[in-house]
């Protein structure tokens, strides 16, 4: 009887779960580097936020006309200013898995252009709606 051979010296790892050990270490770098960017970000959203409520009343609301808006009111200040730093925590959050590292080449490219770019675009919805509420509260000429 012939013994099946599976090839001699065969790699027995499954290459969808196994990672290199440079794979786990360029992963831990890339979570760390989305972790700065994320806390900076929402240090960044909350003071923005803290200037903002230190300087308008705080039944300001933010202007809004849009198409679903029944009231003409407006949204008010702390739920404006709230929305940046909530989705920074969530995204912040969804890296801080005990696996969040396993990642490879292509995981860790997204991940350093989107981490950044969603970042950056939640501090700039902030300050948009800061200054909003700013210029309604008064502080700002509109």
């Known amino acids: 009887m012939v013994a099946k051979n599976d ?10 779960t ?5 794979d786990l270490l360029l992963g831990r770098k890339a979570s760390k580097f989305v972790d700065i960017i994320c806390i900076i970000s929402f240090v960044v959203s909350i003071l ?3 200037f903002v ?3 308008v009343p ?8 849009g198409k679903y808006d029944r009231s003409g009111s407006g949204i008010p200040m702390p739920i404006a200013l709230v929305m940046s730093p909530i989705f920074i925590v969530i995204f912040w959050r969804t890296g801080k898995k005990p696996d969040a590292h396993h990642m490879r080449k292509g995981s860790r490219i997204g991940l350093y252009i989107l981490g950044p770019a969603l970042m950056a675009v939640s501090v700039y919805f902030q300050f948009v709606f800061a200054e909003g ?3 309604e509260g008064g502080y700002l000429a509109g």
């Not at 705080?58 to 006309?65: F, N, Q, S």
Request: aromatic content about 10%.
């Open 53 to 55: 409520f230190m300087n």
């Open 133 to 135: 509420i700013l210029v």
């Open 18 to 22: 196994e990672f290199t050990e440079q």
């Open 58 to 65: 705080l039944d300001t609301r933010m202007p809004y006309d």
């Open 7 to 16: 090839g001699a010296g065969a790699d027995k790892r499954d290459p969808d």
């Open 48 to 50: 923005v936020a803290i």
